[in-house]
């Protein structure tokens, strides 16, 4: 059982965990991600590791509340505890070979919690890091301090311009490469259609561009192939070649639609959840 | 052998075979000859004294009948299950010359049941000398390595990957063949011996075997088995709706997704192909059917070429599962939004005899046809897993990825062992226990040496 030492809602619907996990803490690396499992009836997610303490032995996970799971996740209160947390799981990803390199580092929504740590391990290994941070409206947008303390510059977007500039990452990258920008290599992590359409755009001006792949993951351990993709046309198994993968590369159609494998059985239970919380909530 | 009647039972998750009575084993064991020289007990991997033990059936005694088992073995409620006896202690039987050999594995699963439904004894601790031994993995070969190191008075620690120890036992054989409960209680039984399981930790990503040597542990066994799934590489592989065995079985069997009450979902398909004929491929197979399926075995070569164990294929016949043999898939069909709709095949022939001895299957030109499927189970064998050999420095493995290791279970590095699938390659549950208890035998030996 793992305890969860702090907990702070980041937005309506995006929660952070301080989880105490020593063993994970002492070896993880910006990239991985770990797996937890709530409780016994419960099924195996997988969830980047945004930050870490060794010291104190404390990994730090970001999540939003999509699916039933995560809705149950988001119930547990400080002092309680998540019944299975394993890892390091996963490559870390490359931060050293960026050292006196620009960057531009991408997020979109909960993907800038994943984003932020390797635009921090970037700057920090000595590359200049621009990043662009892409949030669908003011209400949820988060992070942002954080993010800011990790990049030379940050670029705060949102889909309906309530908050930053608006309008898509994408936007915001074209311009920037269109006004002179020189970027050594894109990274991408968020929504499978950002990162998607992240690729289409710097395949156009020959940016190497590294994207953060997260396929539906039951094991995490390379056992089973319910994580596959196609990169460059070989099958690969994102949880242990990964899940960091050249995003020209990879084939982001087929991953879309392998990600909506389950997406009626996830909708079915997102809905028992939410009745059975309204349930509690009426005394019922 | 009572069992659930196969109409019953393909529309459930409960034992197919139900055990013998008391009187049915009695007179079971009444037909062991009790042979001077012992054939059956050369044909165990892990040497149980089985004409000792079922004259102590024959008595009526069975709790004694269960105490002589485990002198040699840990985990009777298991192997009696789902040893291929035939191959091994069965096969050797002199009764199975002229008709059919003494039934050991039921005598031997009688017994484990009677202990753990009468005793009230709980295992016994033997105090510690001291030596800290690790055991990574949890499945039988590690089970095994760790319960006789235990008794030898060793500090064991035993770590597991997943959130629960047993390994394909939990994982890859399914309820109806092996109840989880029981799995679980030999598991139980281990910890109350001492041994320390400590679960949720990937050995080479949480821990490497450096650091464990650091932290004093003075040898290493190696038990993380054989879990690489292989595919075809064929068109529409990743299409939705294939999946390999081993994700199946564990979203069904670990996850428990067939019941309704736990989060894991699971695909419901209405025709599935299992492609394959091993064992995995009848265990896959067979859970599909009771997840309400038609279920259709897809192999290359003929039903007498079937690796699987006889008894299984025969359950898989009886429950309906329908066994296209001498076929091949060639590609898997899709619809635009990336479902499977079908599986295009090729029908086989078998030709000469090829290296491993079995007649080789040639396609017949010109018979390709198209099953009408939505679901794809990949059951093609599986390899070790790449995680413990790239993060050891010096680890030695074959071509196919199988840790070296010498009779004895030594490998490359001193003081590590290793044995069962990691060793071999996909084998099975009384394979793996026999390597656990060699590599025992050699960790006492190499300790002792040292001190």
Redesign the interface.
């Known amino acids: 059982m793992y305890k969860i030492l702090r907990r702070e809602d980041l937005s309506s619907n995006v929660v952070l965990m301080d989880v105490e996990a020593p063993?994970?803490a002492k070896?993880c690396l910006p990239g991985q991600f770990i797996i937890l499992?709530v409780n016994e009836?419960?099924?195996?997610i997988p969830l980047t590791i945004a930050h870490y303490d060794r010291e104190k032995g404390v990994v730090t996970i970001i999540f939003q509340t999509v699916g039933?799971?995560t809705m149950e996740l988001a119930e547990l209160k400080e002092g309680e505890y998540i019944?299975?947390?394993?890892?390091?799981?996963g490559n870390p990803s490359e931060t050293e070979e960026f050292k006196g390199k620009k960057v531009a580092v991408i997020g979109g929504g909960l993907g800038c919690a994943i984003a932020w740590p390797q635009a921090k391990a970037i700057h920090e290994a000595g590359g200049t890091v621009h990043m662009i941070a892409g949030f669908r409206t003011k209400e949820i947008v988060m992070l942002e301090n954080e993010m800011r303390a990790s990049c030379d510059e940050l670029f705060m977007m949102t889909d309906d311009g309530t908050y930053g500039e608006k309008g898509f990452v994408t936007n915001k990258l074209e311009s920037l490469i269109e006004g002179g920008e020189k970027y050594d290599a894109v990274i991408a992590i968020g929504p499978l259609v950002m990162m998607k359409f992240v690729c289409v755009l710097t395949k156009k001006y020959n940016i190497p561009t590294i994207v953060s792949m997260n396929p539906i993951m039951?094991?995490g351990?390379?056992?089973?192939?319910?994580c596959?993709?196609?990169v460059d046309g070989e099958?690969k198994f994102a949880c242990?070649d990964g899940p960091d993968f050249d995003g020209h590369k990879v084939d982001f159609d087929?991953t879309i639609?392998?990600s909506?494998?389950?997406s009626q059985?996830?909708a079915a239970?997102r809905e028992k959840h939410a009745c059975r919380m309204e349930g509690m909530n009426n005394g019922k | 052998m009572p069992e659930q009647a196969p109409d019953v039972r393909n529309k459930n998750f409960e034992e197919v075979a139900l055990g013998y009575t008391a009187e049915m084993a009695v007179e079971e064991a009444n037909r062991c000859l009790g042979c001077k020289n012992m054939p059956c007990v050369s044909g165990c991997p892990v040497n149980v004294q089985i004409p000792q033990f079922i004259a102590l059936v024959a008595e009526g005694k069975f709790e004694e009948g269960y105490q002589k088992i485990a002198e040699t073995s840990t985990l009777p409620a298991i192997c009696g299950r789902v040893c291929p006896q035939e191959n091994q202690c069965e096969g050797k039987c002199i009764r199975s010359i002229k008709g059919e050999s003494v039934a050991i594995g039921r005598l031997e699963r009688f017994c484990a049941d009677w202990h753990m439904e009468h005793s009230t004894e709980k295992p016994k601790k033997v105090p510690s000398n001291g030596h800290k031994v690790a055991v990574l993995g949890a499945g039988p070969a590690s089970l095994t390595c760790a319960s006789d190191l235990v008794q030898m008075g060793y500090d064991v620690t035993m770590l597991e990957?997943?959130?629960a120890a047993g390994g394909v036992l939990i994982y890859g054989i399914p309820e109806f063949r092996l109840p989880k409960a029981i799995v679980a209680k030999e598991v139980e039984n281990l910890e109350a011996m001492g041994v320390n399981i400590q679960?949720?930790?990937?050995v080479g990503?949480?821990?490497s075997i450096e650091e464990l040597k650091e932290e004093g542990y003075e040898a290493i066994f190696i038990g993380t088995g054989a879990?690489?799934?292989s595919?075809m590489?064929i068109e529409g592989?990743?299409l939705?709706g294939v999946?390999?065995a081993?994700?199946y079985l564990?979203?069904i069997n670990l996850?428990?997704a067939y019941d309704g009450?736990?989060?894991?979902?699971i695909?419901h398909a209405k025709k599935v192909a299992v492609v394959g004929g091993g064992n995995v491929a009848m265990d896959a197979a067979r859970c599909a059917k009771r997840m309400g399926a038609d279920v259709s075995i897809v192999y290359r070569r003929g039903l007498e070429e079937l690796p699987a164990r006889k008894e299984e294929v025969h359950h898989a016949m009886e429950e309906g599962i329908d066994f296209k043999v001498l076929n091949n898939p060639v590609k898997i069909l899709g619809n635009e939004?990336?479902w499977v709709t079908g599986m295009e095949v090729v029908k086989m022939e078998l030709g000469e005899p090829d290296a491993s001895g079995r007649r080789r299957p040639i396609p017949v030109e010109g018979s390709n046809y198209v099953l009408d499927v939505d679901c794809v189970i990949m059951a093609l064998g599986?390899s070790p897993?790449?995680?413990l050999k790239k993060s050891t420095n010096g680890l030695e493995t074959n071509k196919k990825g199988c840790i070296s290791a010498d009779e004895n279970g030594k490998t490359s590095l001193e003081g590590v062992y290793a044995g069962g699938d990691a060793v071999t390659g996909a084998a099975t549950v009384i394979l793996a226990m026999g390597a656990g208890k060699t590599a025992a035998k050699s960790i006492d030996e190499y300790i002792k040496s040292k001190n």
């Open positions: 063993m994970v070896k499992r009836e419960g099924e195996r039933a799971t019944h299975d947390f394993v890892g390091p799981l039951i094991d351990t390379g056992m089973c192939g319910g596959r993709l196609t099958t242990v087929e639609r392998r909506r494998m389950y059985q996830e239970a | 990957a997943f959130h679960t949720n930790v990937v990503k949480s821990v879990g690489l799934p595919f590489g592989e990743n939705n999946f390999s081993n994700e564990t979203r996850m428990k009450k736990h989060d894991t979902p695909f939004e990336g599986t897993n790449p995680i």
